[in-house]
């Protein structure tokens, strides 16, 4: 076999690889209902990780720049107002640095955690139930949304029985409307 035959192949194989992501998944747990809770749990992770992480650049950037002090309007240097020339973002030298990298890497982390175990959770719910009833309802939807906003709930620091039945009923109202809207649009 030549070089230019097994390259082919290697490419292909990628290709169909990239192209049957969505069919096949990432993971073969053995069992559809492992596979779509740790595939769901991995994405949203993903999604948590980024936008955690892209609301502490933003926030870096505006404390940097000023703009937090100024009442929230935007720095002279985006305007072209004329100012004395300070450095933005002085605050990220040494001590500080490391302790807002601390503080990112453990608020992506929980973020991050929060995000893919509401997702591993509604996913799975509405898989087994759908498995266990027969049929992908509104029904479905609530149940697993009901009990994904409990759970959500009880990973915040200062959760009361109060807060933990509020996030129960939005879940389920959200997943419900969500459900009930599909096909709609």
């Known amino acids: ?8 192949l290697e490419t292909r194989s990628l290709l169909d690889e990239l192209c049957n992501f969505d069919k096949e998944g990432m993971l073969d747990l053995g069992h559809p209902l492992l596979n779509r809770i740790a595939e769901s749990f991995l994405k949203a992770a993903g999604v948590g990780a980024v936008q955690a992480v892209s609301r502490e650049a933003y926030f870096t950037a505006i404390e940097g720049c000023g703009a937090v002090n100024n009442g929230g309007a935007l720095p002279p240097e985006i305007t072209g107002a004329k100012k004395k020339k300070t450095q933005c973002f002085s605050g990220l030298k040494g001590e500080t640095s490391c ?13 991050s955690l929060q995000w893919g175990l509401a997702a591993g959770i509604y996913s799975g719910l509405t898989y087994g139930l759908k498995e266990a009833r027969g049929a992908h309802d509104w029904k479905n939807s609530a149940v697993a949304g009901a009990v994904t906003g409990a759970t959500l709930a009880l990973t915040l620091e200062d959760s009361s029985h109060e807060h933990i039945v509020q996030c129960a ?5 959200i997943s419900t409307a969500a459900n009930l809207l599909t096909g709609i649009f």
Do not use: F, Q, R
Not at 1 to 8: E, V
């Open 169 to 173: 009923i939005t879940g389920a109202a």
């Open 1 to 8: 076999m030549n070089i230019s035959t097994s390259s082919n």
């Open 99 to 111: 302790k807002s990298l601390e503080a990112l890497v453990k608020n992506t982390g929980k973020e």
